[in-house]
């Protein structure tokens, strides 16, 4: 066998965690600004950056139109997405059939992270970016967050910046890449490709963009309404592996618990036409639930105050109510461990993925008897605020959805509150397991990769 | 902290790599049965079960009837699955559309696998068990082999034997538990739970079953047609890990190259009727398409000559021509590597799932010109069989598919027919990789597991 040349490569990389750990201990200062200057810069990419959204009625759309025959909600162009009607049946009782309207984006975008060594330590290039639907407009989202639409011909607006670097990456500099599902109670089978791609080009400064550690973006993650769902989702990706001395259920266990779950709900979904789903009505301004629960699809006109020259329209999807998104935690043995629970939505791909402990949206469950609302979630409903691990409010995607916030929370319990031997559906995990879990598509949901977030960040120590 | 009451256990077990290896090793003679004792084990089997399996016209089903409004092909209970039609859309251009008849059976079945110790050496408890679209009828499955219906109330007949070792496993004994897809060409979006679980329990002996080895099963696999499509795939599951110096593509890099081919491939799958499906015609015998390739549809009858009183009649899919499945391998400093090709198939869950290849049914591809064929296929077709690492005969699942054969092939390759540098849509993986691949489900296609089971038992080493 010759020596000159040696092909192979151990298969996993053996300095990538501690390289990541370290970044993620870096929490005052990277190498361009000091966490506690951020507020600043972040102020003043908001003054550079006026934007004002208004709701118009759906007359007022452009480009945008209800199908005649179908009643559906599409661009003239075919692209960027449809709000369309999905018929839904989980299980076998009249309980589990219902019609709603869904958001359907066929695409796979691109939520990219650029991540570079400064001094030896891994920076993540992050972007101010205006997003319509977020109540601050403006938020620190990933390097790129662009759909297929954005980065081919559809759009007729600037290429977007850096994309070069996700599109056709050099293999050896990829630090995660996975096809990731969204919300799957507004979306049909959406995914976006989450990637964290290492450079060592020279990367041209940039007014809207600033480079962090994970550990200065881990303390802005304290604060409300300031890093995006992208990059929430895409900092969940990073292949962070915590030290565990063990866990409760052996990864196979784990796997085949996942296997039994998703065998066990049987779930069939048929598009519909928008105009006959029941229980929902359309008027000038709102595609809406006759009882007022769940979300309406409004319209709304955005346009930029500053230098560019830039104004559209556009439908997003306004849920009622504050979202509540917690992970129960607990220690066995001294190895911290999170109560996820296998999640039938209508829009997945396949029947469930793992959220938090609790992710419900409470005023769509208020009108319901104590015994008939979800398990775990008046415990932490009535949870003194002191005993939360951590407590922020963080926003939904700002592109398609409107004001559609939720309170995310780590809470650590006892057997008596969340016991070693929870009920159906529900599993104790490790952070390492989740993480292990989220290398691959379609096992984690976008709830859960922003709790996760929080601890690949080092927000959160459990 | 207690040490009293230890909960953890390490994530992955540490001895079962050995032991799984140690059963391949067993090769001659299991605890039970000689493996040149085997044929006549069969063959006695197949004298006790005489069954006759006979074309019959549509009419003559009983029970499925094709939908007056649709043309549908379904069951009047509404269970067991439906054959309907497809229309697929993969890419932009005109060439990327089609429609074709499909098998769609939403729910998920289980192959299982009971395992266990026989002087310490693992043994599989193997079913001699008739399938009326296989030539030879009786064929080696796993244990069980049982749709949801056949565990639940649709069916009239008797109880699945050891189902119930599947339905509540105890956690710690399952060795392997995933939802694998099936022929993505031929059924819409079918999984089914693949497990292997070991117990401890005494097993009452059956005529009908025998507890094999790894090892003996890997030289049975080196017959003609005698190991089912349904063991097959639950044996490539087995969680056996080869040592491995490296790969020539990490596992990051491996999984983005996945995730990068499912995002360049869009595929749009719209179910239709049947009568609808352009190219294809039904007549009193079968559906069928015009230039008679791809397959047809038909029905059978089979009865029962034994002492079983039992007969019923069933719609079959019917390839035609001869399957051709292969890995190109090489070897890489020293560590082997399969070309392992991305294939969109319509039925799909996911865009692309890694098949072997080559994986084809030479006869459609006949008519095209050499510079339109798929790459690598001629290279096979046309190799000397003594160049072959491998080659028997398999069937695909007997109980859907009537006479689907495919040669299954492992052939060496040097740089110039298998390039380091392979074309787009193919990449070097280790047997290694592909075994971490099929632990979790939409990776490994059906045709690429039946290669992998080869590994798995040792049938072949490369």
Not at 73 to 78: A, E, F, K, Q, V
Not at 184 to 190: A, E, L
Not at 252 to 257: G, N, P
Not at 432 to 451: I, M, N, P
Request: proline share 7%.
């Amino acid at each position: 066998m010759s020596t000159a040349v040696r092909l192979l490569r151990p298969r996993t990389d053996p300095d990538l965690p501690a390289r990541l750990a370290r970044s993620a201990a870096v929490r005052e200062a990277g190498a361009q600004l000091r966490t506690d200057a951020f507020g600043a810069w972040l102020a003043e990419r908001r003054r550079a950056h006026r934007f004002a959204v208004e709701r118009i009625p759906f007359t007022a759309l452009d480009g945008w139109r209800f199908d005649g025959a179908t009643g559906d909600l599409s661009h003239r162009s075919g692209r960027f997405f449809t709000v369309r009607g999905l018929r839904v049946r989980v299980g076998e009782g009249p309980s589990g059939e219902w019609e709603q309207p869904v958001i359907e984006q066929p695409e796979v975008g691109i939520l990219g992270l650029l991540a570079k060594e400064f001094d030896g330590v891994l920076h993540f290039l992050m972007q101010a970016k205006m997003e319509p639907g977020n109540r601050n407009l403006l938020q620190l989202s990933p390097t790129v967050q662009a759909t297929r639409s954005n980065y081919t011909r559809v759009h007729r607006g600037a290429g977007v910046r850096h994309i070069e670097q996700f599109v056709r990456p050099e293999p050896h500099r990829v630090l995660a890449d996975v096809l990731q599902s969204e919300q799957g109670s507004w979306f049909y089978r959406k995914s976006n490709r989450n990637m964290i791609v290492e450079t060592t080009d020279d990367i041209p400064p940039h007014e809207d963009f600033c480079w962090l550690t994970l550990g200065q973006i881990g303390e802005l993650l304290h604060r409300d309404n300031v890093v995006n769902m992208d990059a929430r989702t895409v900092l969940a990706c990073a292949p962070v592996t915590p030290p565990e001395a063990g866990a409760l259920h052996p990864d196979t266990e784990l796997l085949s618990w996942i296997s039994g779950e998703r065998s066990r709900h049987e779930v069939r979904t048929e598009p519909m036409p928008l105009k006959d789903v029941r229980g929902w009505v359309r008027d000038d301004h709102a595609v809406r639930h006759t009882d007022g629960r769940y979300f309406q699809v409004v319209a709304v006109s955005v346009e930029a105050g500053s230098r560019e020259v830039s104004r559209w329209t556009q439908p997003l999807l306004e849920p009622r109510g504050l979202g509540l998104n917690a992970f129960l935690t607990r220690s066995f043995d001294g190895v911290p461990h999170l109560l996820a629970h296998a999640r039938v939505e209508a829009g997945f791909l396949d029947t469930i993925e793992l959220g938090p402990t609790v992710q419900y949206t409470p005023d769509n469950y208020a009108h319901l008897a104590p015994r008939d609302r979800p398990p775990f979630l008046d415990l932490v409903l009535r949870a003194d605020p002191g005993r939360f691990r951590y407590a922020a409010l963080h926003s939904e995607e700002g592109g398609r959805f409107l004001n559609a916030e939720s309170r995310y929370l780590f809470m650590e319990c006892g057997e008596d509150e969340a016991p070693l031997r929870p009920p159906p559906g529900y599993l104790w995990i490790t952070p390492g397991q989740l993480g292990s879990l989220v290398r691959h598509g379609h096992y984690v949901d976008v709830e859960a990769r922003t709790l996760l977030s929080l601890l690949t960040t080092g927000a959160v120590t459990l």
